[in-house]
């Protein structure tokens, strides 16, 4: 089978020949329907966070069984699966305590399986894998705790969406910072992720939207999922302009980009009790501050969310159920797809900020 190779941080993708082995007891095969091209996958190609390498990236993704593996209860060969950047033991003490979504095994698998060992290699060399996912190939074998099965009547490229960008943006909202109806919300970035973060604010009842970007058709395009207000961060101060809409503060703001000055944006943009959410993953030396009096004696709130803070396995056919009844756009996120062989162009897409969703989608 065929994948992109990242051999070199800041070098080209290379799209060669890979061996895949069998799935092993607990694994399953899927044959890669539609797989995304996120900002988290960017961070690794350009090193912006380091990663052992050669390794196939890719983490948002959706698919079909092509086999699976002794032991395997959940899948069977021919079922549509949504697949999970974050499996789950389901016996650490985060699954024990009801947070799949931090389980302690995204640490141990660091660029291999749950059992240390890898099933990609190229010319007799092991590949590394990428959170159990590596999706951008035609086929992956993954724990079967990685895939969650969906109905077939949903497209794969719609499928693919609820592997990161929609479950983790509007995850946010819902799970992290449980926003209330009638409240107030910013949000900074609206790419791929923040425009589920407007789209799930509009969900719950968030009755002031505030998007923030520096792209005018992102802002356009917020518009259309559920913003309310839009801010040119270029031509306009966001926070006091936050501030003026809002009578003094948003109740929520959730900081989807990754970088120090905007999350303290987000910060300062609050009202009284208000709390802000860092939802984009920062490169590697990125340190976070606020301004001590006024976080304190404003009482506001800063925290992170990963994944959505999701219960994936309870969330994801929550978001379909939404999708159905067009509630929740996904068709409309998709704005570029690309065969596997133009991976670069995926990613060159992405640094420069086109569209809101590119996707890979397999022949
Ligand atoms: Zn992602
Ligand atoms: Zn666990």
Redesign the pocket.
């Known amino acids: 089978m065929r994948a992109a190779i990242l051999h070199e941080v800041g070098k080209p993708l290379a799209v060669e020949t890979v061996d895949l082995e069998k799935p092993r007891p607990g694994e399953v095969a899927v044959r890669i329907g539609a797989t995304g091209v996120?900002h988290?996958d960017l961070h690794y190609i350009k090193g912006d966070l380091p990663f052992p390498l050669p390794v196939v990236l890719g983490?948002?993704a959706a698919g079909v069984v092509d086999a699976v593996g002794p032991e395997v209860d959940s899948v069977r060969p021919g079922d549509h699966v949504v697949m999970l950047f974050a499996p789950a033991c389901a016996r650490c003490r985060y699954c024990d305590a009801g947070r799949p979504h931090l389980c302690e095994l995204r640490s141990r698998v660091r660029g291999k399986m749950p059992d240390g060992s890898t099933r990609l290699q190229w010319k007799g060399r092991e590949l590394h894998h990428f959170t159990c996912v590596s999706s951008w190939a035609e086929m992956a074998v993954v724990p079967e705790a990685g895939v969650l099965r969906i109905s077939e009547e949903v497209p794969l490229t719609v499928a693919a969406l609820l592997g990161?960008?929609v479950t983790t943006g509007v995850g946010a909202v819902v799970n992290t910072a449980r926003v209330t109806p009638g409240s107030s919300v910013a949000v900074f970035g609206a790419g791929g992720v923040g425009i589920n973060v407007v789209q799930g604010a509009r969900i719950a009842g968030a009755a002031t939207i505030i998007a923030v970007d520096l792209l005018e058709h992102r802002l356009e395009a917020a518009r259309r999922f559920g913003a309310t207000h839009t801010i040119n961060a270029n031509e306009e101060d966001p926070v006091r302009a936050i501030q003026s809409l809002t009578r003094g503060g948003a109740d929520y703001a959730f900081e989807v980009i990754g970088r120090a000055a905007v999350v303290r944006q987000a910060v300062e943009c609050l009202a009284r009790g208000g709390v802000a959410v860092a939802v984009g993953i920062p490169p590697a030396r990125e340190e976070y501050t606020v301004g001590g009096p006024a976080f304190v004696l404003n009482e506001k709130t800063l925290r992170a969310c990963f994944y959505g803070s999701a219960h994936l396995r309870a969330d994801i056919p929550r978001l379909l159920e939404l999708y159905y009844g067009e509630r929740l756009l996904l068709d409309e996120l998709v704005t570029a797809t690309y065969p596997l062989d133009r991976v670069n162009d995926a990613v060159a897409a992405l640094d420069r900020g086109d569209g809101l969703r590119g996707l890979l989608v397999m022949g």
Do not use: F, R
């Open positions: 996120c988290s983490h948002e990161c960008a």
